[in-house]
């Protein structure tokens, strides 16, 4: 009879349950909804590493930004002081420059005040013998 309603589809399982899919056909179709089950899980255990690491990266992507704003700052600072430096030692050269002139020309009005004098001195001189 068992043969008979085999061949009508209907099949018993361990419990006698009457089943119209066979048993291999149950056991397999249970065996991959509990490999889709842990498949799932792995797919959901990766999503949570995955997140986690792409979290770890944002972080790292922030820092990594903040010290290329801090290095940018450094290296427009060096460049600022770079062209201080620059810009003094022009006006140390132009005060150098201003202090020569400034020697030159006192020595030149002694001279002129010098020449000054002898030609009054020689103006008194000749209004006197006249």
């Known amino acids: 009879m068992s ?3 085999a061949k009508a589809g209907l099949h018993f399982d361990d419990l006698n349950k009457i089943h119209i899919i066979e048993p291999e056909v149950i056991t397999k179709s249970n ?3 509990e490999e889709a089950s ?3 899980d792995s797919i959901v255990s990766f999503k949570k590493i995955a997140d986690g ?3 770890i990266i944002d972080s790292l992507a922030e820092q ?3 010290e290329k704003i801090k290095a940018i700052g450094a290296q427009n600072l060096v460049k600022s002081r770079a062209k201080q430096r620059d810009e003094q030692q022009q006006l140390q050269a ?3 420059e201003k202090t020569t002139e400034l020697e030159r020309l006192r020595i030149q009005h002694q001279s002129l005040v010098k020449t000054e004098n002898e030609q009054l001195e020689m103006i008194d001189q000749i ?3 006249h």
């Open 3 to 5: 043969d008979q309603l």
């Open 31 to 33: 065996k991959l909804k």
């Open 38 to 40: 842990e498949f799932v």
């Open 53 to 55: 690491f792409i979290s």
């Open 64 to 66: 990594v930004e903040k």
């Open 94 to 96: 132009l005060l150098a």
């Open 127 to 129: 209004l006197l013998n």
